[in-house]
């Protein structure tokens, strides 16, 4: 549990009563959890604005189990069932021994993945199919810019856009230039050596994951006509209508895309920003690719569950290669 927001501040262990069940959710026995850079970024306190949280909480976003419980409204799912999800916003908590999830958002997990390989995929595959695919409308043929190619989410959407037919670009370091390769990048970038600005242009589509510098260096290797999609902000004003932000929240966000906007215009390029949603219908298309052998999970370490700190503060390091997993049992 987070008692109270802070910076690298530890999840506390606590007996909870199971939580309650809606109609519409099904009660999933958590096997394994995924641990993702927002379980930090929340713990922290940089989320406060968007995702105002109460109080005690318990964090995790991703999980892998099996369902114990169904609501009286949940149709698609049984006793039994053996199934993946990235919980709903306002009803995470998957670092721990159950989670309800809405039917909704819930996905029979694919046949051939372990427990722990199904939960460290779905918060970064519907990140990467929701900028992809349904932002970006990525075409065969098409040329994508996806940055850090080596982490949670590079690691599935490069093999996503090679599934879609488009070329892909990506960076990352000296290190894991061969990983990225087998995933399927055309072009890889080491970021330690080369510029990507000085070997990239034309690109149709950028996913952007890194810092401003990056995301304004990225406006420049699109053409015209191009979509900057950003996954590690600033936040644009469409996403504060979407979230129903206050007011003051909405004026706070308007101004700090204000720049980029502005600069994208001139070029003739889209610049949007992506925070990912909970989507049991995607999954289940993800579910597909991985059961046809299309996409096969990257996993860089699994944590038991009685390191959920250690788990988190590895992560938050930036090298992982790939998912990093807690394990309950
Ligand atoms: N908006 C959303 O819905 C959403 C969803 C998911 C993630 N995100 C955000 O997207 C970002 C990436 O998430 P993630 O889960 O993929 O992170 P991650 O797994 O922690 O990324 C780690 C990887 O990043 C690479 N890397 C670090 N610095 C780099 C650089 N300057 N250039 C290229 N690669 C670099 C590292 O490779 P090397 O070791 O080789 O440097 C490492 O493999 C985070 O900020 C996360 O919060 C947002």
Not at 9 to 27: G, I, M, N, T
Not at 62 to 80: C, I, N, S, W
Not at 220 to 249: E, H, N, T, W, Y
Request: net charge positive; glycine share 8%; hydrophobic share 45%.
């Amino acid at each position: 549990m987070l008692d109270r927001y802070g910076k690298k501040r530890a999840l506390r262990w606590a007996d909870v009563p199971s939580p309650d069940l809606r109609e519409d959710e099904a009660l999933v026995q958590v096997h394994a959890a995924g641990v993702n850079l927002l379980d930090s970024k929340i713990r922290d306190g940089e989320f406060k604005l968007i995702l105002p949280y109460r109080l005690p909480l318990i964090l995790g976003h991703d999980v892998a189990g099996v369902v114990v419980e169904v609501g009286p409204r949940v149709r698609q799912f049984k006793l039994g069932d053996e199934v993946y999800a990235r919980a709903d916003d306002f009803r995470i908590g998957t670092f721990a021994e159950f989670v309800p999830v809405k039917e909704a958002s819930l996905a029979l997990k694919p046949k051939a993945l372990t427990m722990e390989e199904a939960a460290s995929i779905p918060l970064v595959a519907l990140t990467a199919w929701q900028a992809l695919v349904e932002r970006a409308n990525l075409q065969r043929g098409q040329k994508v810019f996806i940055q850090a190619g080596s982490g949670g989410v590079g690691t599935f959407a490069i093999q996503l856009a090679r599934h879609l037919g488009a070329t892909v670009a990506t960076t990352t370091s000296t290190t894991n230039v061969a990983l990225v390769k087998r995933l399927g990048a055309d072009v890889v970038i080491d970021y330690k050596t080369q510029d990507f600005e000085e070997v990239l242009r034309d690109c149709d589509v950028v996913l952007n994951s890194q810092d401003g510098k990056t995301l304004e260096k990225s406006l420049r290797v699109l053409k015209a006509g191009g979509k900057l999609v950003s996954i590690s902000g600033p936040p644009d004003p469409v996403f504060g209508k979407q979230i129903g932000a206050p007011g003051f929240v909405k004026l706070v966000i308007r101004l700090l895309s204000a720049g980029i906007r502005r600069k994208a215009r001139r070029r003739g390029v889209s610049y949007s920003f992506l925070f990912m949603k909970a989507n049991g219908s995607q999954l289940r298309e993800i579910t597909r690719l991985f059961d046809a052998g299309v996409i096969r999970p990257v996993m860089d370490r699994v944590f038991a569950f009685e390191s959920t700190n250690e788990a988190l503060a590895y992560l938050e390091e930036g090298r992982a290669k790939g998912k990093v997993v807690v394990k309950m049992k």
